[in-house]
Nanobody
Framework: QVQLLESGGGLVQPGGSLRLSCVAS????????MGWYRQAPGKERELVAR???????NYADSVKGRFTISRDNAKNTVYLQMNSLKPEDTAVYYC???????????????WGQGTQVTVSS
C-alpha cells in the first residue's frame, strides 16, 4: 500500500510564501514523476508543476517565476515553494506520483488527500 501525505498548506496574505511538502510511504520500489495539482471551487483540477526522477521540471504558465518544485529522492519527498502568492492561487493542492511497488510491476498513479491553500488579506 502506497500513501502520499501532504503538509504545509494554510492561510497567507497576498505576496506571501508557503512551502508544501509531500512524502510517499509504503511499498515503494521506484518513483518516476512527482507533481502538484490544484483545484479551486467550481473549477477542474489543473497541473501546477511536475518533476521527473531526473530533475526535469515543467510549470503551469500562471505560476512560472513564482513557484519552484523540487524533490529529495532519498526521502521520497516532493516540495513546492510558492512565492508572491495571489488570491487566484487559492485552491486545494494535491500531490501526485507515478510509483511502482516492485521491479515487475507497472507504474501506478497515486494521489494525496489534498491540502488547502488560501491567499487572502
Amino acid at each position: 500500500q502506497v500513501q502520499l501525505l501532504e503538509s504545509g498548506g494554510g492561510l497567507v496574505q497576498p505576496g506571501g510564501s508557503l512551502r508544501l511538502s509531500c512524502v510517499a510511504s509504503g511499498s515503494i520500489f521506484e518513483i518516476n514523476a512527482m507533481g502538484w495539482y490544484r483545484q479551486a471551487p467550481g473549477k477542474e483540477r489543473e497541473l501546477v508543476a511536475r518533476i521527473t526522477s531526473g530533475g526535469s521540471t515543467n510549470y503551469a504558465d500562471s505560476v512560472k517565476g513564482r513557484f519552484t518544485i523540487s524533490r529529495d529522492n532519498a526521502k521520497n519527498t516532493v516540495y513546492l515553494q510558492m512565492n508572491s502568492l495571489k488570491p487566484e492561487d487559492t485552491a486545494v493542492y494535491y500531490c501526485n506520483a507515478d510509483i511502482r511497488w516492485a521491479y515487475y510491476s507497472g507504474y501506478q498513479d497515486y494521489w494525496g488527500q489534498g491540502t488547502q491553500v488560501t491567499v487572502s488579506s
